[in-house]
């Protein structure tokens, strides 16, 4: 990996336009990991949600690692149609799909600029345990810690062009408050410290936005979702259109 993610000006790293809600062509690739895995035990209630694995891919799957239908979402953290997506789509996905076994969905982070993957670090710190819990709630409070941010002195900001990623992300996540904002929510300060310049953590997310766009040379933007797959084919939707567009998708998949 280079040494740094230089940061363009603020306003133009976290516009709304910068991620996409539409998706594009369909391709394989890779990246997808659909193939058959090792059974694992279907929890004692039955509630398919309660199970999360990293996946060798490098994201998070919730669910029944062989279900039918294997969904994976390339979500940012800054991107607001993902918030949207988060806030419509992933409650009825997990409850009607998930949690029966019926669907395995895995989120793996595409990350845009530095406070995308300095959010993201905070996610995937306590692993997959809370990984879900925290990726959702940075959703729901994404205008704060981003407004955090753009109230920023610009010098401030300014200055983190100088840092390396040893420093950067750290010094994002005390101007954002997300090590804070962490800190309340189970990730320790000491520990986020540690995860925010881990090295080889900054590189897997810098690989995985390579292995998406190689494995989907059309990759569209964020969110885009994948099924058994195959890039997903969603057509020009609105935000409120996407989970309804593809449930329509996943029904389909599942033969119902």
């Not at 694992?40 to 949600?49: E, F, I, L, M, Y």
Request: charged share 20%; proline share 6%.
């Amino acid at each position: 990996m280079k040494s740094s993610y230089y940061l363009i000006a603020a306003s133009l790293m976290l516009a709304s336009g910068a991620c996409n809600a539409k998706n594009g062509d369909t391709a394989t690739g890779n990246a997808a990991g659909s193939g058959k895995e090792e059974a694992v035990k279907p929890p004692a209630n039955g509630d398919w949600t309660q199970i999360v694995r990293e996946t060798s891919q490098g994201g998070f799957r919730m669910g029944n690692p062989n279900a039918k239908v294997k969904l994976v979402e390339y979500g940012s953290m800054t991107c607001p149609h993902c918030r949207a997506f988060d806030e419509h789509g992933v409650g009825p996905l997990t409850d009607t799909y998930v949690k029966g076994g019926k669907v395995s969905y895995e989120f793996r982070n595409f990350v845009r600029d530095p406070f995308d993957i300095t959010a993201s670090l905070i996610a995937r710190c306590n692993g997959a345990k809370s990984f879900f819990p925290i990726t959702r709630a940075l959703y729901a409070d994404q205008k704060n810690w981003i407004q955090n941010i753009q109230n920023a002195p610009q010098a401030q900001v300014e200055a983190l062009q100088n840092l390396g990623p040893e420093k950067q992300f750290l010094e994002i996540a005390k101007i954002s408050q997300l090590q804070k904002w962490g800190a309340m929510r189970g990730v320790p300060t000491a520990k986020s410290s540690t995860c925010l310049t881990n090295q080889n953590a900054i590189n897997q997310l810098v690989q995985m936005n390579s292995d998406a766009t190689s494995a989907y040379p059309n990759f569209p933007g964020t969110p885009t979702f994948v099924i058994n797959g195959k890039m997903v084919e969603l057509g020009p939707v609105t935000e409120a259109q996407v989970w309804p567009a593809l449930e329509s998708k996943i029904k389909a998949a599942l033969g119902e």
